[in-house]
């Protein structure tokens, strides 16, 4: 259904995110706002993670390198240089070249392989810069890691909510447009059937790298974002955990939707802080990570697509019942 030139769907998602701009007004404590930026973040992260696996079907266990490089650019300029607009804008255009740089040349080395021998060989990858972070030390700082400030604009919790929705709702209608494009299309034939897609002329190779690319940008965008809501940074934004992280945000939500992700980092995230406060009730709550497991478990049983696509597939066969009852 459309009104006008925009869909009933778009229309939903600009009035959702309307809603978001006036929670500050209802949430005013630090700690609620802090946890919805998180939320926005590894959306986006989770986001730039689907269109690889949920879209293109390539599963990479070092997506986190991409998150990392973001995150020690802005990290590194803000230290550098004065905490200004105009160093975090240098920051985040490093951020962006460093990562499609990068994302360019994993891609044409490793997406000739098969999907589990790519799969261990990004991992190997964000180990490799896991290294280089915790030796670099005049840079990086080691395992110590170092603060840093931020510029005035940025320096509330509100000004950085507002930010990280912005860029949410900018990245989402993006990557959305990007996925409902003709390029696209091709994407997802790509993830039903490689062979055959070559077999009809496209260049395979082509079309994955420009989807890893793509991805690689996006997950370093929100590695900045990251940086300027924790002001810190160490080496465990290299950590395979992270990787982890995005993965089941994108599989509990639903993969090759989009808002699947961004609902699977809502759950997550939630369900991360709210486990992990319950430590003093109870000392199974110390071991978050157990229930963490046992909640994925139950969603892979009861929602084999995820939240989002099983929800998709049941109002399809619920349209296709009613369209079949027309007929008749």
Do not use: C
């Not at 919805?36 to 973040?41: D, H, N, T, V």
């Not at 390029?183 to 062979?195: A, Q, S, W």
């Not at 897609?197 to 420009?210: A, D, P, R």
């Not at 978050?288 to 696509?309: A, D, M, N, R």
């Amino acid at each position: 259904m459309r009104l006008g030139n925009i869909d009933k769907t778009t229309w939903i998602y600009l009035g959702i995110a309307l809603a978001l701009f006036i929670v500050p007004f209802i949430l005013t404590g630090r700690s609620a706002q802090f946890i919805m930026i998180q939320i926005f973040i590894f959306a986006i992260f989770a986001m730039s993670y689907d269109l690889l696996l949920g879209y293109t079907g390539i599963i990479s266990f070092g997506h986190v390198m991409f998150f990392g490089i973001g995150a020690y650019s802005t990290a590194i300029f803000m230290d550098r240089l004065d905490a200004s607009i105009g160093a975090l804008v240098l920051a985040v255009a490093v951020a962006v070249i460093l990562a499609a740089i990068v994302s360019f040349i994993v891609g044409m080395l490793t997406l000739r392989l098969k999907s589990h021998f790519y799969a261990m060989l990004t991992l190997g990858l964000a180990g490799l810069f896991l290294v280089v972070a915790e030796k670099w030390r005049p840079l990086t700082g080691g395992f110590d890691g170092f603060t840093f400030r931020v510029p005035d604009l940025l320096s509330t919790s509100e000004s950085l909510y507002t930010l990280s929705l912005i860029s949410l709702i900018l990245i989402f209608f993006g990557l959305r447009r990007f996925t409902n494009s003709p390029f696209g299309k091709v994407l997802m034939t790509i993830r039903e059937n490689e062979e055959r897609t070559e077999s009809l002329g496209y260049n395979v190779l082509h079309y994955k790298v420009i989807a890893s690319v793509v991805s690689g940008v996006v997950a370093s965008f929100a590695g900045v974002l990251y940086m300027l809501s924790l002001r810190f940074v160490d080496t465990s934004v290299f950590a395979t955990d992270i990787t982890i992280d995005v993965l089941l945000m994108t599989i509990i939500g639903g993969v090759g939707t989009l808002v699947g992700p961004i609902l699977g980092a809502g759950l997550v995230e939630l369900a991360h802080h709210w486990l992990s406060g319950l430590s003093d009730v109870h000392w199974i709550f110390e071991r978050w990570i157990i229930l963490y497991g046992t909640v994925y478990i139950l969603v892979v049983i009861f929602f084999p697509l995820g939240i989002v696509g099983t929800i998709r597939k049941k109002m399809a066969k619920r349209t296709a019942v009613q369209a079949r009852s027309i007929k008749k």
